[in-house]
């Protein structure tokens, strides 16, 4: 009789699997057995995944809607369905022989003033009062940007290391990007204590080799803590006592395909689940300087205690908010002319500007030129969206459809367009404005200039260069000569009166392998003096000279389709605004906005840094909408091979819904086409599903499946459910 947990070889077909034992399930009768095949083996030497683990997984199978072993083997590493007991058990002796360094508990008094960090006493205090409470909640660390978050992580780490030999903790980031950064202050910290093992890395752009080396070490507590993405919080880990979510309020998170899980929503379960197994507490911290509004209200709500460090340690002030007024200004200007100047100011004094756009991964809501009109829908509290295939507007809240009006049902006017658009070229004109270089990427991946306010005209470059005079660059983005454009301003010089340098930053230029270091690499060692590039610039980076931030076009998230998109603007803004002014020494940081509604209540509460009185504003609204954190929703999306089909599908599961457990308490709306209605010649259509209480949604999802199931529809190719939705 194997254990529940162990993990176990099945054959499947011709092949041979990899399985778990799950504990709970009925004995099988004569039937099941006949048709039930024998466990080859055993994987000897591999521990039992512990109970709660497994109790992780049932639930996220559970809430999510996905079955047990998918879950399940989605979270082992994928090689070690490849390596048989012997190979595995050879692994883990190496990894038992290079850990055998004996483990040594910290020096006492170390934890007040290592690496020569006195903690401030708002950090002491966040502490003290995150292990103060029996029994254990989650705790918000509430801390701005700068204000010391990373040093409260490695303090209270150290505090659950220092308890027992088995102590484990899991610390999750937001990205990859991220992960090198973190990894190295968690290691400069705690490998001359624990040893070279114990700080390990998990996510996905390690080697299969590396992952299941990591997975491994922590599942046999030779490593203290694992480090990773959202993928590290199914990392088993028997040890663990305390789990760190930072920048919680972050989407990536939310995984976008499988479970479609919420690492941060799972890591308060994990911990509940770890804290019952171990009969002690397994404690929870999500920090953030914007956090989630679900978060932020389960803190109104006391489910949640809230630490706050609203002051930044050894810094300049924050960065001023400059809001630029757009509607003053002559129509299709991208970059207002006191922007401009104040960028070349910067520049001038040998200081670095960051200028970003956030048009990516927005739906396109129509607004009128003239006046205030937006596509609103009438019934909901959200923005139609313009779907260009067949000129509509449609709200993907409630299905509510028109034709696109000829002109502004407000004020007659015929230019009603899409906000956000007229981005694309804003390198060059930023650069033709100022009469500066564009770095590109060669195909060596060194960086070469081309002639003034010219286009990148390499290979990563997406759209035609812009017909701009000058020199084209080479194909083999070899350096050309460089050249002022006719009619370009006078060169803009640095201190040293060279000149100055642009460089654009996004996912096309960081594609290549190693791009993404290297152009990071260039602005911190000031190569590089204004950087332009989409969301992922303004995020974690530590650039020291950044006195400048501009976000050139924010409007497309203040009227979006989507109710989420506010929040996560503004979470953009403070991060972004944290960018600048870094290094005390260089004062007066700026952070610029250019909109065409300044009376919006977000910029007031940006400039006053008052994350509270956004969230307070944005809760009220949700609240009168009943949009989460209030309710609770899921998307069911379907996919086939035309449009007609995919909403027949969801009409027909729409239909069968009737007869579900738990209807009276859900509401269901029409089925919309995703405003990304068509990829890869693939249909998409989308329906969503609201319910006030949770578990009635839970329930109703539950046993709706079977129905979706039995629903065949021809052109259909797949459908998922998305529990929590993020995007809607
Ligand atoms: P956050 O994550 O909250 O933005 P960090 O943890 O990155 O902030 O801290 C910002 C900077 O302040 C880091 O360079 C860090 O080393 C430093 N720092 C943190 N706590 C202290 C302290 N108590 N005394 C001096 N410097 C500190
Ligand atoms: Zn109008
Ligand atoms: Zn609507």
């Known amino acids: 009789m194997l254990a529940a947990g162990c993990l176990v070889r099945v054959p499947l077909g011709q092949r041979e699997v990899l399985g778990i034992v799950w504990g709970g399930a009925e004995p099988p009768d004569a039937a099941q057995r006949a048709k039930t095949k024998a466990i080859i083996a055993a994987l000897e030497g591999i521990a039992p995944l512990d109970a709660a683990w497994r109790a992780l997984v049932e639930f996220a199978a559970r809430y999510y809607q996905r079955a047990i072993g998918e879950v399940a083997l989605a979270a082992l590493p994928p090689q070690l369905r490849e390596l048989d007991g012997e190979q595995l058990a050879r692994r883990q002796k190496l990894l038992a022989q290079r850990a055998a360094k004996p483990v040594s508990a910290a020096p006492q008094g170390a934890v007040d003033s290592e690496d020569g960090v006195t903690l401030s006493a708002q950090q002491s205090q966040a502490i003290t009062d995150f292990f103060a409470q029996t029994p254990a909640k989650p705790a918000l660390l509430f801390g701005a940007t700068g204000s010391g978050k990373t040093e409260v992580y490695l303090r209270c780490a150290a505090q659950v290391l220092q308890t027992s030999h088995q102590a484990q903790v899991l610390v999750m980031v937001p990205e990859i990007n991220l992960t090198a950064q973190l990894l190295a202050r968690f290691n400069s910290r705690f490998e001359p204590i624990y040893g070279p093992q114990a700080v390990v890395a998990m996510h996905s752009g390690m080697t299969p080799a590396q992952r299941l080396k990591s997975w491994l070490a922590a599942h046999t507590g030779a490593a203290r803590i694992v480090l990773g993405t959202r993928m590290a919080i199914f990392a088993s880990m028997p040890g663990l006592q305390l789990l760190v979510v930072d920048e919680e309020h972050d989407p990536s998170y939310k995984s976008q395909d499988g479970a479609r899980h919420s690492a941060r929503d799972l890591a308060v379960l994990r911990a509940k689940y770890q804290g019952a197994q171990a009969g002690s507490d397994c404690r929870v911290l999500l920090g953030s300087a914007t956090p989630s509004l679900e978060t932020w209200h389960a803190c109104e709500q006391g489910r949640y205690l809230r630490l706050a460090m609203p002051e930044r340690v050894g810094r300049g002030a924050p960065a001023a908010l400059c809001v630029v007024d757009m509607r003053q200004l002559p129509k299709k200007t991208l970059f207002a002319p006191a922007l ?22 927005y739906a396109p809501v129509l607004a009128c030129s003239a006046c205030d009109w937006k596509s609103q829908c009438p019934h909901c509290s959200a923005y139609r969206v313009f779907h260009k295939t067949d000129r509509t507007l449609r709200c993907h809240h409630c299905g509510t459809t028109d034709r696109v009006p000829r002109a502004c049902p407000e004020c007659g006017n015929v230019d009603i367009a899409p906000i956000g658009r007229g981005t694309q070229k804003l390198e060059e004109q930023l650069a033709q404005a100022l009469g500066i270089h564009i770095v590109v990427q060669a195909r060596q991946g060194t960086n070469v200039l081309t002639g003034m306010g010219m ?8 759209g035609p260069p812009a017909a701009l005079p000058g020199p084209a ?8 000569a460089l050249q002022r454009p006719e009619g370009s301003p006078a060169a803009l010089l640095r201190p040293d009166g060279s000149l100055a340098v642009i460089a654009r930053m996004d996912a096309d230029t960081t594609r290549l392998k190693g791009a993404l270091e290297q152009q990071l690499a260039n602005v911190h060692s000031g190569e590089v003096d204004i950087l332009v590039g989409t969301q992922m610039i303004a995020k974690g980076h530590d650039f020291r000279r950044i006195t400048l931030v501009a976000a050139v076009n924010p409007d497309s998230a203040l009227y979006s389709s989507d109710f989420r998109a506010p929040e996560r603007l503004f979470s953009l803004l403070m991060q972004a605004a944290g960018r600048a002014g870094r290094d005390a020494q260089l004062l007066g940081a700026q952070m610029w906005v250019q909109t065409f509604h300044p009376e919006h209540p977000l910029f007031a509460s940006l400039k006053a840094h008052d994350y509270p009185g956004f969230a307070a504003q944005q809760l009220r609204e949700r609240t009168q909408a009943g949009l989460p954190p209030m309710s609770y929703q899921a998307l069911i999306r379907a996919e086939a091979r035309s449009q007609e089909a995919a909403q027949a599908f969801l009409q027909a599961a729409s239909e069968a819904a009737g007869a579900v457990e738990a209807f009276e308490h859900v509401t269901l709306y029409p089925s919309v086409p995703m405003s990304i209605q068509r990829i890869a010649d693939v249909e998409r259509a989308q329906m969503l599903v609201e319910s006030s209480s949770r578990a009635a949604l839970q329930k109703f999802l539950s046993s709706w499946q079977a129905s979706l199931r039995a629903t065949k529809v021809q052109g259909m190719i797949r459908w998922a459910m998305d529990v929590d939705p993020l995007l809607i």
């Open 473 to 480: 660059s080479p194909p083999d983005g070899s350096p050309t």
């Open 340 to 361: 401009l100047q104040a960028i070349a100011q910067r520049v001038a004094r040998g200081e670095q500007a960051l200028v970003f756009l956030n048009r990516r991964g």
């Open 455 to 462: 286009a990148a005209t390499d290979a990563t470059t997406d």
